[in-house]
């Protein structure tokens, strides 16, 4: 073994040791919306997915998917700034500014690549970034990554953004970064406290709304339509498309001076190649069948609300969420390991989500759900949980 790979052995047993390693199941079939899968030759429910409005094998979308490709072919050839911005990909972002109310978008590969983004263009050496403690890790590393004296308060806590606000100083340019809907726990920010911090202090707001975009606010748009915020109030908002929208990639929403800046300057826009734009024929779509379809954005909310009233019913107590994402706190590692285990021998795919995605101790399974998930099958996840709870599995003092 080389040397490179002893110290890699190590390092690798150093976190099976903790209970933290990770492994893939490969998913050899989905039908049913997504959430019938097939994984070592058994179909299973999946719980996991982020395709909260079940879009991604809607046949609008598919279709358009298809189409696409026929006449675009497969990849876009190029990045945007060379040659691999197609019709598709800018009529997508007219219609994603249109979308959440902004005057301009931008299309980025990844959500991840979005935040960076943001984050470079905004902040550097001298100046200052504020992060809730739970935000995403792209949000996280963006904030280190880009230079700035990067800082983080306690969960949704405006009182501590507050003060810190306040000890940087109204000369300094500071960037304030809140995921919208936390992405492990499903709680949403206290985005309007939040913003008007941001208005007085003063400090630049984004808000990352990957989980909140298409589930909610009055049009789909979002926890920032949901809590009245305009541009003013939340000047740049960063949405993904490959959860609610059901597709694959990313947009920065915001003034036409934020997103040519971003446009001229940003590396993780300028130096990678453009999505395919199928994708962006697919998502386009797939907006068109959110505004059809309104009705999945209820029915994922009414199964996330049964559910929380049936674990309750059981004496658990999933953490404080009205989203899609519902957590139960099981603490550590190993035991929120077996949990997962034992749904999964029944038929029901629940990940366990363990540190260093979650601080020490709180190692959580976490159910998302999805339209295309039939209210029997909420039930008969919850008598999966009757089960886990009756056998010790699960304990409800454990709960949060
Ligand atoms: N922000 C949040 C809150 C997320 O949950 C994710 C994806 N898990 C991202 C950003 C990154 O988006 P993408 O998967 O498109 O890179």
Redesign the pocket.
Known sequence: MSRADQTLAEELAAQAAAGRSRRRRTVEARAAGGVRVTVAGRECLAFCS?DYLGLADHPRVVAAFCEAARRWGVGSGASHLVSGHDAEHHALEEELARFVARPRALLFS????A?LAVASVLAGRGDHVLEDRLN?A??LDAGLACGARFSSYAHGDVAALRSKLAAIGAAARTLVLT?GVF?MDGDIAPLQEIAAACRELPATLLV?D??GFGVLGATGAGAVEEAGLGLDAVPVLMC?L?KAVGTF??FVAGSPMLIESLLQRARTYIYTTALPPAVAAATRESLRVMRDEPWRRGRVLEHAARFRAGLAELGLRPLPSRTPIQPLLIGAEAAAVVASHALFEQGFWVPAIRPPTVPVGTSRLRFTFSASHTEAEVEQLLAALRTLRDSGVIQPTAAA
Do not use: E, I, K, V
């Open positions: 982020n990844t959500g991840y690549m935040n995403h792209s949000l995921d992405s990352d990957a989980h993904t490959g990639g990313a």
